[in-house]
């Protein structure tokens, strides 16, 4: 069972469209990234959200915190080929491990 | 900017052999993670260290896999025997966060270990 579900699992748009992908749980998390990932390459962090209801801009990416902490979207403003990547999330539940859990991703493709 | 730093960046290997990877956190990092990635998924935990212990290894597959991070610096995870569904991207993470310390948890990942098991 995952603890973190994503949605859409795969998202194929035309580059200046606009889309938001979702981060979903059960369990309260003390803190939830975002990260992108290349083919071939390390995820990278994007942004971190700690605060319920919090929102934070990226240039063209808006992230959200859920009021509960329980969910979190991204949402991207006029998509660009450059976009194109795997979107993860991942949570810390603020244990004493601090332990990271990761969504499955969202592939994100942005044709030109 | 500090980097975490992963060697090899590529490996193909046969089954049955051995296969070792290098790990070097980015300076300071306490928490140090070991991720598997099958393509297209979200990375899943192996291990996890503070400093030069274990605190997690409870998805480790301990009949053949290894892992270590002697002087609480760099790591090294080991495969023996290797097996076709080891096939996957080997990720090494590095956080500052202390075990029992408050704050959130950011992870600055490596390029990555492509593992081939033939």
């Known amino acids: 069972t995952q603890l973190l579900e994503q949605s859409p699992q795969f998202l194929s748009i035309q580059e200046g469209e606009n889309l938001t992908v979702y981060c979903n749980s059960s369990?309260?998390?003390?803190?939830l990234q975002w990260y992108r990932q290349e083919p071939g390459e390390g995820p990278v962090l994007l942004v971190t959200v700690v605060t319920g209801g919090e929102v934070k801009k990226l240039k063209r990416l808006t992230f959200q915190f859920g009021d509960a902490r329980k969910d979190s979207s991204l949402h991207i403003t006029a998509a660009q080929p450059g976009d194109t990547g795997l979107y993860l999330c991942a949570g810390d539940r603020g244990s004493t491990l601090g332990r990271l859990y990761f969504g499955r991703g969202t592939q994100l493709t942005v044709w030109p | 900017e500090a980097e975490v730093a992963q060697s090899p960046r590529y490996k193909i290997t046969e089954k049955s052999q051995a296969v070792a990877f290098w790990c070097d956190p980015i300076s300071g990092h306490a928490t140090l993670y070991w991720y598997r990635q099958i393509l297209g998924q979200g990375p899943e935990l192996l291990v996890q260290f503070q400093d030069e212990s274990v605190v997690d290894d409870s998805q480790l597959p301990k009949d053949r896999f290894s892992a270590e991070r002697l002087k609480g610096v760099d790591s090294t995870l080991k495969i023996q025997p290797a097996e076709l569904g080891d096939s996957a991207m080997y990720l090494c993470?590095?956080?500052?966060?202390?075990?029992?310390?408050?704050?959130?948890?950011?992870?600055?990942f490596g390029q990555g270990t492509r593992l081939t098991v033939v």
């Open positions: 369990s309260v998390f003390s803190s």
């Open positions: 993470a590095s956080s500052r966060r202390r075990r029992g310390a408050s704050g959130s948890t950011e992870a600055f």
